[in-house]
């Protein structure tokens, strides 16, 4: 059964770093793309960053750029999200998600492959 479960969230101080981790089952890169988007109480749905089999990364919230790396372990099928200087705005939810190719045009948020979610809170 396809699954992705996160982890790694937590309450840090503004300043400081986290490492999510994403474990996959069921979706390799070689067939669908993989991703993290977030969302904050009574704000919209981001996507944070995507990685794509060949090595492609893209990072649609412009907040998160240069802060925030998606890497893949491939022999683990993990997927991380390293986010550096954390800021009180980057407090939310943060799901892991994976894309069919039909889906790329898409937002990763609209993907109905997606874990449970690991929440972190960023204090000022």
């Known amino acids: 059964q396809a699954q992705l479960e996160e982890s790694g969230g937590g309450s840090v101080q503004a300043g400081r770093s986290l490492r999510l981790s994403c474990a996959v089952s069921?979706?390799?890169?070689?067939?669908?793309?993989l991703g993290w988007f977030r969302q904050a109480p009574g704000k919209e749905r981001e996507e944070v960053a995507r990685?794509?089999?060949?090595?492609?990364?893209?990072y649609p919230t412009n907040s998160v750029k240069g802060r925030f790396t998606v890497s893949h372990d491939a022999a683990k099928n993990t997927l991380y999200l390293q986010m550096n200087s954390l800021q009180p705005e980057d407090t939310a939810m943060y799901y892991c998600?994976?894309?069919?190719?039909?889906?790329?045009?898409?937002?990763?948020?609209?993907?109905?492959?997606r874990g449970k979610g690991t929440q972190v809170t960023v204090s000022s």
């Open positions: 998600a994976a894309a069919p190719p039909a889906y790329w045009d898409r937002p990763l948020y609209e993907s109905s492959y």
């Open positions: 990685l794509y089999s060949h090595g492609i990364t893209t």
């Open positions: 069921g979706y390799t890169l070689t067939t669908h793309c």
